[in-house]
Nanobody, 126 residues
Framework: QVQLVESGGGLVQAGGSLRLSCVAS????????IGWFRQGAGKEREFVAA????????RYSDSVKGRFTISRDNAKNTVFLEMNNLNDEDTAVYYC???????????????????WGQGTQVTVSS
C-alpha cells in the first residue's frame, strides 16, 4: 500500500507560480509511475503531468506544457509539480496518483492508477 499526501496548493494571482508536493509513505516510490491530475468544479478529472518509473522524462497535457514541470526525488519519496504562469483555467483540485505496473501509453488515464492522494486546492485569481 502506498499513501499519498499532496500539499502546496493555495490562492495565487494570474501569472504567479506554485509548487505542489506529493509525499508518499508505505513504500518507496522508486518503482512507481506518478501522475498529477486535476478536477475543476463541474468538470471531469483530467491529466496534467506524469513521470514513469523507468524513465524520468515528464509527460504533459497540451494545456500545461511549457508552464508546468514534474520532477521526482526518490530519496525523499516525493514528487513535485512546479506550476508557472498560472491562469484561471488552472483552478482545480490537484491530485497525485501512483501505480507500479502502468505502462507508458497509459500514463494519461486516471483509471490506470491504483493509489490516490486526497487532493490540494489551487485557485488562480484574475
Amino acid at each position: 500500500q502506498v499513501q499519498l499526501v499532496e500539499s502546496g496548493g493555495g490562492l495565487v494571482q494570474a501569472g504567479g507560480s506554485l509548487r505542489l508536493s506529493c509525499v508518499a509513505s508505505g513504500r518507496s516510490i522508486r518503482n512507481y509511475a506518478i501522475g498529477w491530475f486535476r478536477q475543476g468544479a463541474g468538470k471531469e478529472r483530467e491529466f496534467v503531468a506524469a513521470v514513469h518509473r523507468n524513465n524520468g522524462v515528464g509527460r504533459y497535457s497540451d494545456s500545461v506544457k511549457g508552464r508546468f514541470t514534474i520532477s521526482r526525488d526518490n530519496a525523499k519519496n516525493t514528487v513535485f509539480l512546479e506550476m508557472n504562469n498560472l491562469n484561471d483555467e488552472d483552478t482545480a483540485v490537484y491530485y497525485c496518483a501512483a501505480d507500479q505496473s502502468i505502462i507508458l501509453s497509459s500514463l494519461r488515464i486516471p483509471e490506470q492508477y491504483d493509489y490516490w492522494g486526497q487532493g490540494t486546492q489551487v485557485t488562480v485569481s484574475s
